[in-house]
């Protein structure tokens, strides 16, 4: 028997055979992803029009859709329609809220996180009482919220920001508490100060769980500014989706829950996108 040349060899080897296995098309994995989904919309759609669901209490996706439709681009009808062309302006009040409530939490959650995880006086002193407070629901600040800001944005963005800032300052805490000795003991050698410790070595090492936190503070803020526009504020997605159910709207209560969760959906992509930019460093490690 004749010995195989170098390229039968290569032409039957394992990784050759991987890398001739064909793509899978993404019209494939589109439908895969989609698949789950579109099944429950279908035995939604058929339960309401053979009527083994009543409309009053979860209207069809149709009727959702029609809804939503009027709410988003009909006109105001003379006023009979309250929600009629309302939700672009909705979407705006709650993402601004969220954005201000957010990024003070940011301000506040990440240098301190990282000072707590670096530094045991500073964990010493403040540690215990962010662990304290932590467990508190958001809805128990509604009442302190309320009494101090009163029927107002501020007190919505208060609570947003508090909501945020516990898994913020949690994680950057995690981050800054797991950094690789080897790098700090190597800056130390080549004279680097406290302050170059800290922004060239701790924060870029703690970045990963800073990101985490970040994306977990922002589902929360999601789910604060809904709270709080139920009965702190006067406008924005949460005060439409407690004022519809109270009128018997759950096509637009429907709908609503299906904006706050694609609204909620693109920002965290975003977040994504940033912690791909800043992480570029550590992929291409």
Excluded at 36 to 58: F, H, N, Q
Excluded at 106 to 114: E, K, Q, S, W, Y
Excluded at 132 to 155: D, E, K, M, N, Y
Aim: aromatic share 8%.
């Amino acid at each position: 028997m004749s010995e195989l040349t170098a390229s039968e060899i290569a032409a039957v080897s394992p990784r050759s055979a991987v890398l001739r296995l064909p793509s899978v098309r993404p019209a494939l994995l589109l439908l895969q992803t989609l698949a789950v989904p579109l099944a429950i919309l279908l035995i939604w759609e058929l339960s309401g029009r053979l009527g083994w669901i009543a409309r009053g209490i979860l209207p069809s996706p149709s009727a959702v859709a029609q809804g939503w439709w009027q709410w988003a681009f009909g006109h105001d009808a003379m006023g009979l329609n309250a929600y009629s062309g309302t939700w672009l302006a909705n979407v705006a009040f709650s993402t601004k809220r969220v954005s201000q409530g957010y990024g003070l939490a940011i301000l506040v959650g990440v240098p301190l996180g990282v000072l707590i995880g670096w530094s045991p006086v500073v964990a010493r002193l403040v540690d215990p009482t962010v662990q304290a407070l932590r467990p508190v629901p958001i809805t128990a600040w509604l009442p302190f919220s309320i009494a101090i800001f009163g029927i107002s944005a501020f007190g919505a963005i208060f609570l947003i920001a508090l909501g945020a800032f516990y898994p913020i300052v949690v994680n950057s805490a995690h981050g800054a508490r797991d950094v690789n000795r080897n790098l700090v003991r190597a800056a130390s050698m080549m004279g680097a100060s406290p302050i170059q410790m800290l922004l060239r070595v701790v924060l870029p090492s703690a970045l990963p769980s800073i990101c985490t936190g970040l994306r977990i503070g922002l589902g929360i803020a999601w789910t604060a500014v809904i709270v709080a526009e139920m009965i702190a504020v006067k406008s924005g997605l949460g005060y439409v989706l407690w004022d519809a159910y109270y009128i018997g709207r759950m096509d637009v209560v429907i709908a609503d829950m299906v904006s706050i969760g694609l609204v909620g959906f693109l920002s965290d992509q975003l977040i994504l996108l940033l912690a791909a930019r800043l992480l570029r460093w550590k992929q291409q490690r």
